[in-house]
């Protein structure tokens, strides 16, 4: 079996600070995980060694068997607030991670790439404009394409859904979740968020980070069938003692640190 992404024993320091400490986790080849915790449990920072944007002070990360010390195109991140070029187009944006992944395409293939990824979250019709012409909705699913088209195997995203309205929030999920079950192999995601009910919806597990430092203190089964149905997984008999055991978890922990402090 292909290995996946392994954390043994990660600790981050910043100065006197201790944001991680003893972070253990496997997540196998093609799994959909959602990170959990309280503001400053160190989800961002997880995300940001994963995908070689910061380095760990201890312990050790890797990718399909190979120690993670620098950023790699295997390895993608979609941040909460798009980070799109605003000067460019979203074709242009995303040609960029198309220009990235094959350095050696002519800029006429480029751009049919970055349209078929743009048609793939629903926005062949906003191709040429700007970000700052179309909705938040639109330029995070602009962001989602980008992310695609660089082909990475790994996906970490922070909170990319936080920003949005509840309407065009649950449109993504679902467009996430459409674009995972259909692809052949399935893509390893890391999704943080701070919505238990978005974490069961969209994951296959549930890992919580708490304490200061940062620390995995639950990990959690979602063992609702997919494809998901957001209908049937809010009347599934589990869902809601799920949902409730794991908010219990996370105010226990913001309760032990108040404590603490």
Do not use: C
Not at 161 to 173: K, M, S
């Amino acid at each position: 079996m292909t290995p996946g992404l392994t954390l043994e024993h990660v600790g981050v320091r910043l100065g006197a600070a201790h944001v991680l400490e003893g972070v253990s986790l496997d997540v196998p080849v093609g799994q959909f995980v959602s990170l959990l915790g309280a503001s400053g449990s160190g989800k961002s920072t997880l995300l940001r060694l994963v995908v070689g944007l910061a380095q760990a002070t201890s312990g050790r990360l890797a990718w399909a068997g190979e120690a993670i010390t620098a950023t790699s195109i295997e390895r993608g991140l979609v941040f909460q607030d798009y980070a799109l070029y605003p000067w460019m187009t979203l074709t242009e944006n995303v040609a960029l991670a198309v220009a990235r992944r094959d350095p050696r395409l002519p800029p006429s293939e480029r751009r049919a790439q970055a349209h078929a990824h743009l048609s793939l979250v629903g926005l062949a019709d906003a191709a040429e404009k700007h970000p700052f012409e179309v909705s938040g909705g639109m330029q995070q699913r602009a962001a989602i394409a980008r992310a695609l088209a660089l082909g990475s195997s790994l996906l970490a995203l922070d909170e990319p859904f936080g920003a949005l309205d509840p309407v065009n929030r649950a449109r993504l999920q679902d467009l996430l979740l459409e674009i995972w079950d259909g692809a052949s192999p399935r893509k390893t995601i890391l999704f943080v968020t701070h919505d238990v009910d978005e974490a069961l919806y969209l994951g296959a597990r549930v890992v919580i980070l708490g304490g200061a430092p940062g620390r995995v203190i639950s990990d959690f089964e979602v063992p609702f069938p997919r494809p998901r149905d957001r209908g049937a997984l809010l009347g599934h008999r589990d869902f809601h003692r799920l949902r409730d055991e794991i908010a219990t978890r996370i105010d226990r922990d913001m309760l032990d640190r108040l404590k603490a402090a």
